[in-house]
Nanobody, 128 residues
Framework: EVQLVESGGGLVQAGESLRLSCVVS????????IAWFRQAPGKQREGVSYLGGDDGDTYYVDSVQGRFTISSDNSQNTVYLQMSGLKPEDTAVYYCAATLRLGTPLHTIAATYTFKYWGQGTQVTVSS
Protein backbone atom coordinates (compact mmCIF):
# COMPACT_ATOMS: atom_id res chain seq x y z
CA GLU A 1 0.00 0.00 0.00
CA VAL A 2 1.37 3.40 -1.00
CA GLN A 3 1.46 5.91 1.82
CA LEU A 4 2.75 9.45 2.13
CA VAL A 5 2.74 11.08 5.56
CA GLU A 6 3.58 14.77 5.96
CA SER A 7 4.70 16.52 9.10
CA GLY A 8 6.39 19.71 10.19
CA GLY A 9 3.77 22.36 9.56
CA GLY A 10 3.07 25.13 12.01
CA LEU A 11 2.69 28.82 12.67
CA VAL A 12 5.66 31.08 11.96
CA GLN A 13 6.27 34.76 11.41
CA ALA A 14 7.15 36.28 8.07
CA GLY A 15 10.82 35.82 7.25
CA GLU A 16 11.22 32.69 9.33
CA SER A 17 11.93 29.15 8.15
CA LEU A 18 10.19 25.82 8.40
CA ARG A 19 11.01 22.30 7.24
CA LEU A 20 8.35 19.88 6.11
CA SER A 21 8.89 16.12 5.95
CA CYS A 22 7.16 13.47 3.88
CA VAL A 23 7.74 9.82 4.73
CA VAL A 24 6.86 7.57 1.83
CA SER A 25 6.25 3.83 1.75
CA UNK A 26 4.92 1.18 -0.56
CA UNK A 27 6.89 2.05 -3.68
CA UNK A 28 10.43 2.38 -4.98
CA UNK A 29 11.80 5.88 -4.62
CA UNK A 30 13.82 5.54 -7.81
CA UNK A 31 10.77 5.14 -10.05
CA UNK A 32 8.85 8.18 -8.86
CA UNK A 33 8.70 11.92 -8.79
CA ILE A 34 7.86 13.29 -5.36
CA ALA A 35 6.42 16.77 -5.24
CA TRP A 36 5.12 19.31 -2.77
CA PHE A 37 1.83 21.00 -3.53
CA ARG A 38 -0.06 23.61 -1.58
CA GLN A 39 -3.60 24.86 -1.40
CA ALA A 40 -4.55 28.16 0.15
CA PRO A 41 -8.14 28.93 1.18
CA GLY A 42 -10.24 29.75 -1.83
CA LYS A 43 -7.45 28.95 -4.28
CA GLN A 44 -6.57 26.06 -6.52
CA ARG A 45 -3.96 23.59 -5.46
CA GLU A 46 -0.57 24.33 -7.01
CA GLY A 47 2.63 22.36 -7.29
CA VAL A 48 5.62 24.22 -5.88
CA SER A 49 8.60 21.83 -5.80
CA TYR A 50 9.44 18.58 -7.56
CA LEU A 51 12.13 15.95 -7.03
CA GLY A 52 13.19 13.10 -9.29
CA GLY A 53 13.71 10.05 -7.11
CA ASP A 54 16.08 8.49 -9.63
CA ASP A 55 18.51 11.33 -10.18
CA GLY A 56 17.75 13.95 -7.54
CA ASP A 57 16.80 16.46 -10.19
CA THR A 58 14.69 19.34 -8.86
CA TYR A 59 12.22 21.82 -10.24
CA TYR A 60 10.61 24.85 -8.60
CA VAL A 61 7.89 27.24 -9.57
CA ASP A 62 8.87 30.89 -9.76
CA SER A 63 7.06 31.92 -6.58
CA VAL A 64 9.30 29.75 -4.38
CA GLN A 65 12.51 29.63 -6.42
CA GLY A 66 15.43 30.62 -4.22
CA ARG A 67 13.42 30.31 -1.00
CA PHE A 68 12.36 26.65 -0.95
CA THR A 69 14.61 23.60 -1.27
CA ILE A 70 13.36 20.07 -1.90
CA SER A 71 15.63 17.19 -0.94
CA SER A 72 15.50 13.57 0.08
CA ASP A 73 17.07 11.04 2.36
CA ASN A 74 16.55 7.87 0.37
CA SER A 75 17.76 5.69 3.24
CA GLN A 76 14.88 7.06 5.31
CA ASN A 77 12.36 7.19 2.44
CA THR A 78 11.81 10.81 3.34
CA VAL A 79 11.45 13.93 1.22
CA TYR A 80 11.94 17.35 2.78
CA LEU A 81 10.83 20.83 1.89
CA GLN A 82 13.01 23.46 3.51
CA MET A 83 11.19 26.78 3.37
CA SER A 84 13.04 29.99 4.09
CA GLY A 85 12.03 33.62 3.90
CA LEU A 86 8.43 32.66 4.42
CA LYS A 87 5.75 35.14 3.39
CA PRO A 88 2.09 35.41 4.43
CA GLU A 89 1.15 34.33 0.91
CA ASP A 90 2.87 30.99 1.57
CA THR A 91 0.09 30.18 4.03
CA ALA A 92 -1.60 26.98 2.84
CA VAL A 93 -2.09 23.31 3.46
CA TYR A 94 0.98 21.58 2.05
CA TYR A 95 0.73 18.13 0.52
CA CYS A 96 3.33 15.73 -0.76
CA ALA A 97 2.44 13.61 -3.74
CA ALA A 98 3.99 10.96 -5.95
CA THR A 99 3.72 9.84 -9.53
CA LEU A 100 5.71 7.55 -11.79
CA ARG A 101 8.41 9.42 -13.67
CA LEU A 102 8.99 7.14 -16.70
CA GLY A 103 11.85 9.35 -17.87
CA THR A 104 9.74 12.48 -18.18
CA PRO A 105 11.42 15.85 -17.52
CA LEU A 106 10.27 17.48 -14.31
CA HIS A 107 9.06 20.65 -15.99
CA THR A 108 6.79 18.53 -18.18
CA ILE A 109 5.48 16.65 -15.16
CA ALA A 110 4.85 19.95 -13.38
CA ALA A 111 2.88 21.27 -16.35
CA THR A 112 0.88 18.23 -17.36
CA TYR A 113 0.79 15.35 -14.89
CA THR A 114 -1.95 14.37 -12.49
CA PHE A 115 -0.36 12.91 -9.39
CA LYS A 116 -1.78 9.60 -8.24
CA TYR A 117 -0.72 9.33 -4.61
CA TRP A 118 -1.24 11.99 -1.95
CA GLY A 119 -0.59 12.59 1.71
CA GLN A 120 -3.09 14.05 4.13
CA GLY A 121 -1.52 17.51 4.25
CA THR A 122 0.05 19.72 6.88
CA GLN A 123 -0.94 23.31 7.65
CA VAL A 124 1.59 26.11 7.27
CA THR A 125 0.55 29.53 8.52
CA VAL A 126 2.77 32.58 8.10
CA SER A 127 1.81 35.66 10.08
CA SER A 128 2.80 39.16 9.01
Amino acid sequence: EVQLVESGGGLVQAGESLRLSCVVSGFSFDDYVIAWFRQAPGKQREGVSYLGGDDGDTYYVDSVQGRFTISSDNSQNTVYLQMSGLKPEDTAVYYCAATLRLGTPLHTIAATYTFKYWGQGTQVTVSS
